[in-house]
């Protein structure tokens, strides 16, 4: 006969997929910032400030 699933491990799972896919939004931003730039013509002041 098998254990019930312990779901304290499906919870950290998921808090870590939920924690990493958080984190690569928001650097992932400083790895597009300058091919935006490049792309458009736009300063890095002005649109840092956006």
């Given at each position: 006969?098998?254990?019930?699933?312990?779901y304290g491990?499906?919870i950290?799972?998921a808090?870590?997929v939920?924690?990493?896919?958080?984190?690569n939004?928001r650097?992932?931003?400083?790895?597009?910032?300058?091919?935006?730039?490049?792309e458009?013509?736009?300063?890095?002041?002005?649109?840092?400030?956006?």
């Amino acid at each position: 006969m098998r254990a019930p699933v312990f779901y304290g491990w499906i919870i950290v799972a998921a808090g870590f997929v939920t924690m990493a896919v958080g984190v690569n939004a928001r650097t992932a931003f400083s790895l597009l910032f300058p091919p935006i730039l490049d792309e458009f013509g736009w300063e890095r002041g002005v649109t840092a400030g956006a």
